[in-house]
């Protein structure tokens, strides 16, 4: 994967077939595999690609990004725009209303210290996300405490050196916050529990093939889902493996590295998305990680 690393663009996007068709044809995959049990897949050089886990979130935390979500319902519904097909993430043509009016569709950020799109460069300082901000950031934030533990003490295990940067990256962003007392930003810190810095909150959203360009290569986002619907499957195309993705599942990938790709047209889900901003790393002076390697990892 390093080298299909290097033949990719700084911004790849994943979204134009024919220079995907190219990538896939100087690196096609050896055999095609669909997963339905927990997974681990491993390149070439040992270094581990993707972690698989269906089933496990419980009905209690499946129950809080439930409750999560209805906290935000009204963030969600302002976030759809019906101009600007490029802008797909939060294009009308992409989600589906709910079939009992359970969830809101929509797809928002939630940080409590993030470079905002275009401010990733040296004179702008870390903000609040627009989602956070206000009384009702506080509910917000509150509610995604137990996912934040979970998914933490995932990336624990999944990419222990990645776990710690993302530690650090927290510690020196609260001390940053209260030297300049940013009072909403430290009280929002002090309570994020999660060492992901972004947690993106997707609802009855269909994807288009893709990839995240920002993400690190050799970082890993950790993406959950719940929800009542058919069955979905999630194709990391350039693998050449898909995976059942019912659920409470929980699926870790670099998102720059794989072009993934699922469709959804009814049902209820809700996937969550967490990833760190490589900028905050940065910002805060923490040291990059490299990729996870099969036997570093306590299995």
């Given at each position: 994967m390093v080298r299909y690393n290097e033949a990719l663009d700084k911004d790849e996007s994943g979204q134009s077939e024919t220079r995907e068709e190219n990538l896939f044809n100087r690196f096609p995959p050896e055999e095609e595999r669909f997963l339905t049990t927990p997974s681990v897949v491993i390149d070439s050089g040992g270094?581990?690609?993707?972690?698989?886990?269906?089933?496990?979130?419980?009905?209690?935390?499946?129950?809080?990004?439930?409750?999560?979500?209805?906290?935000?319902?009204?963030?969600?519904?302002?976030?759809i725009i019906t101009s600007k097909i490029t802008q797909w993430r939060t294009n009308r043509s992409n989600f589906h209303t709910s079939p009992d009016g359970m969830v809101t569709p929509g797809c928002i950020n939630i940080s409590p210290a993030w470079f905002q799109q275009g401010r990733e460069v040296h004179g702008f300082s870390p903000e609040v996300s627009a989602a956070l901000k206000g009384d009702s950031g506080h509910n917000i934030t509150m509610s995604l405490q137990r996912s934040g533990i979970i998914v933490s003490a995932a990336l624990q295990v999944m990419h222990p050196d990645l776990y710690w940067a993302g530690m650090e990256t927290q510690v020196r962003l609260g001390k940053w916050a209260s030297r300049y007392e940013l009072d909403e930003m430290h009280y929002h810190l002090q309570r994020w529990t999660s060492v992901f810095n972004v947690v993106s909150i997707i609802c009855n959203r269909r994807s288009p093939p893709h990839r995240d360009p920002k993400c690190r290569p050799a970082a890993f986002d950790i993406m959950t889902t719940a929800g009542r619907y058919h069955p979905v499957v999630?194709?990391?195309?350039?693998?050449?493996?898909?995976?059942?993705?019912?659920?409470?599942?929980?699926?870790?990938?670099?998102?720059?590295?794989?072009?993934?790709?699922?469709?959804?047209e009814e049902g209820n889900w809700i996937v969550t998305a967490w990833y760190m901003q490589d900028s905050i790393h940065n910002f805060v002076g923490t040291p990059s990680t490299e990729y996870v390697k099969y036997d570093r990892v306590n299995m």
């Open positions: 270094r581990i690609i993707v972690w698989y886990l269906p089933g496990a979130l419980t009905t209690m935390i499946i129950k809080d990004i439930h409750g999560a979500m209805h906290s935000m319902s009204g963030l969600l519904k302002h976030s999630m194709d990391f195309m350039n693998l050449g493996i898909k995976f059942l993705y019912d659920s409470g599942s929980i699926l870790a990938s670099s998102c720059r590295l794989v072009r993934h790709y699922m469709n959804v």
